[in-house]
């Protein structure tokens, strides 16, 4: 496993395998407000499970910068989790596919300013990563009394470059 990754721009293509792109490309599905909003309709794949409900919470992480070491993963496994952040500065997602019940090989994606994502139940991702003030998130996830939190502390620590 490589211990050096580059971040890539975050795109619906390169992050399908992990979950979805929330953004505003193309044009709107609809026009509603007497046609002054455009709709962008069900741009994610929501799921909290049978034991779950949605919920909407507020994160405010303490930035970090790049060159970034990543030393701990974690995943969702009853419900996915949406990250919207509430600022137009920058952050640094971290994603990795599954190998066997462990993260493997893994990705980081700079989005756009704008850009959310949402992570499929089970996905590998790294912690809340913003790279400038103020560090503000909406977070749809899943709510409910069963666990829904696996970490993973690597045992060498992977550097993220841009």
């Known amino acids: ?56 919470s507020l994160f405010k992480a303490v930035p970090r910068s790049l060159p970034y070491e990543c030393d701990l993963l974690e995943r ?10 509430m600022s137009q500065a920058a952050w640094l997602v971290i994603v990795a596919p599954d190998d066997h ?9 700079l989005p756009q300013p704008g850009q959310g994502v949402n992570f499929h139940r089970g996905t590998w991702h790294g912690v809340l990563t913003p790279l400038a003030e103020p560090g503000l998130f909406a977070v749809v996830d899943r709510i409910g009394d069963t666990s829904n939190l696996d970490e993973h502390f690597l045992s060498a620590p992977f550097r993220i470059l841009s």
């Open 1 to 56: 496993m490589s211990r050096v990754i580059h971040a890539e721009p975050l795109s619906a293509e390169a992050f399908a395998p992990f979950g979805d792109v929330l953004d505003v490309a193309g044009a709107p599905d609809k026009l509603i407000n007497a046609g002054m909003c455009g709709r962008y309709h069900d741009r994610a794949e929501l799921d909290f499970g049978p034991e779950g409900r949605a919920g909407i």
């Open 76 to 85: 969702h496994p009853e419900g996915s989790q949406a990250f919207l952040p």
């Open 101 to 109: 019940g462990v993260p493997g090989q893994p990705r980081a994606f």
